[in-house]
């Protein structure tokens, strides 16, 4: 067992190998350049002396952790799991770990979560409105400043960030282009009843999604979508379809609230009521996770780059670091439609 | 902006609600016992004084991080992501924050990576063989035990974990009777000809499930399985059965390396090849994930407990924590197959 052995310190190793102070930190920092030859024998050095750079020590000093928060409801959900694998990735490569924080199923963050989250000192934080509000999250956080992702309402398209408020940062997504291009597709296949089967109700992803719909089918001389309330869910969209078919009066085309609730409605379709999917009903999603090209599914939905949104989230960590009290920063993300097999 | 606010002590805050020092420590952890309203006092009170216990400091003197490192290849997949998402809120419950590490694509781990792992002085790692070995592993952690999840070959059923090696302690699971049962299933519905959509070539977790299927397919007098190669991904298996009826002679069940390819094997003979499941071909998976109940697939799968896995590898945590230098420890988990639509 090597942990019995005592640890070496980082003069200790930058003087056997013949280098600076600075360039053992360097070496042990993946996103700094230095000589991989150089970088090689320090950490071959380091092993032997069994030195590692303590980061509660350096922490301490420096007042940064490495450490960087993600808040989520569910890291099994598809979208969400896409989005810590690269979100991960990236961090990594920035020299920062991912720190996986679960609200409760009711998406709710309780003083003791909160609590608990602040003793690990992150140096930033990803979060959702509907998880913790900006104002509760300040109240409990240190220094770090928090990053919402945020679905501006009908045209607002972005806006000023909100002044007087607690600091934090704003990932826009714009979700008007990528509706639009769906509702004109749909229009032009001849659909007439739309119905909006929903995420969690009181969801702001869910909320301005479903507003965003509502005002682009106006804007289109379309009646208001027929909302079947779903959660998000595979099981509560394949429920809310036969309803809408059983109970209502059904629909010619179905735009649901993400792609794991399009196969939810897929399935219900096809499988309980014996319905065509695109001859029949149309359906679309949003996200554009990896499932949707399996070919039982081969969805056509909105897309909302995960590459992209990774990249913003990262510079927006980094901007902040930078300048702890820089004024609200923003990055803006853009949607587009993704056409496969359901529409047509 | 809070994080110009000074920080308070733990006395302070002991001070100000007159109790004792260790009962702000106790407020903090989720996993000790307090009465509520003592604690809901003490948390007022730190907040008022803009306390928060820093686990930075803290991990100098306890010499414990509450950091549990997870190695994975691939947060998204869905296996991975289920048992990160169980892992999470069961460490959570007990105090401890889940900290990622993303092997690379190719599933290894170079120094660079495991010298900024051991950075984050994690109390404990669980990792796969196949994305880094014990000897590895243990020459670059510190004082962490790491926990390998074991996958015991045909005839040994566990074993006595090596002795002599770097210590690690291990979660053995026993395919034995889930694979069983699923070629004994096959059987009954008179297959003859059965073929293998195998996993990553040389990863651990593949090579003893073709194994053990191969050693239960002769015990029960059936010809060796027919091999295709696959990852693990839907994509490289809709591809293997495509090729498997194309170039090779076909089979009439296949029995996936995991239920992700076991949606790329039915979408295949479904979609691509115009095969009926289960009429023409059977098909069986290993995992049961979530995605597995959806009605397109509805798959017969062996299952992997997700509730017991994770239990057991927090009991080993705990368990490690409690006794650093006890023998190496283990906990051993079945397989079952369960019954679904795609096998009759």
Redo the contacts between chains.
């Keep these: 067992?090597?942990?019995t052995r005592q640890?070496a310190t980082a003069e200790m190793v930058a003087r056997r190998a013949n280098v600076s102070r600075v360039a053992v930190s360097r070496?042990?920092n993946?996103h700094t350049s230095l000589k991989p030859e150089k970088?090689?024998l320090i950490?071959k050095i380091?092993?032997e002396l069994n030195y590692?750079?303590?980061?509660?020590?350096r922490?301490?000093v420096s007042g940064r952790?490495?450490?960087v928060g993600v808040i989520v409801p569910?890291?099994?959900s598809?979208w969400e799991?896409?989005e810590?694998?690269a979100l991960?990735?990236a961090l990594?490569n920035e020299?920062f770990?991912?720190?996986?924080?679960?609200t409760r199923t009711d998406y709710s963050m309780d003083?003791?979560?909160l609590?608990?989250m602040?003793?690990?000192?992150p140096d930033s934080v990803i979060a959702f409105v509907e998880n913790v509000k900006p104002t509760t999250l300040?109240?409990?956080?240190?220094?770090?400043?928090p990053i919402y992702v945020h679905y501006p309402h009908p045209g607002s398209h972005g806006g000023p960030v909100d002044s007087g408020g607690?600091?934090y940062d704003r990932l826009n997504v714009l979700q008007h282009d990528g509706i639009e291009q769906a509702v004109a597709l749909l229009q032009g296949y001849g659909a007439q009843r739309i119905a909006y089967v929903s995420g969690v109700a009181r969801s702001r992803a869910n909320e301005s999604r479903e507003a965003m719909l509502r005002s682009v089918m106006a804007e289109r001389g379309l009646p208001p979508p027929i909302v079947a309330p779903g959660d998000f869910s595979?099981d509560a969209a394949?429920n809310a379809t036969i309803d809408l078919f059983r109970i209502g009066k059904g629909a010619d085309a179905i735009f649901a609230a993400n792609d794991v609730g399009a196969?939810?409605v897929?399935?219900?379709l096809?499988?309980?009521l014996g319905l065509r999917v695109p001859e029949d009903v149309k359906v679309v999603g949003f996200d554009d996770i990896?499932?949707s090209h399996?070919?039982?599914?081969n969805l056509t939905t909105v897309k909302f780059d995960l590459d992209e949104r990774v990249r913003a989230l990262v510079r927006l960590i980094l901007r902040r670091l930078a300048e702890?009290?820089a004024p609200p920063l923003e990055e803006t993300l853009q949607t587009r439609l993704v056409v496969r097999g359901t529409v047509g």
């Design positions: 067992m090597t942990g640890r070496a042990f993946p970088r090689a950490l380091a092993e590692t750079p303590d980061r509660a020590a922490a301490l952790s490495h450490l569910d890291v099994c598809h799991s896409q810590i694998d991960t990735t990594q020299g770990a991912t720190l996986l924080f679960k003083e003791r979560l609590a608990y602040r003793g690990f000192n300040a109240r409990v956080l240190g220094r770090a400043v607690p600091l595979y394949f196969f939810g897929m399935d219900a096809r499988h309980e990896a499932q399996w070919k039982s599914y702890p009290s």
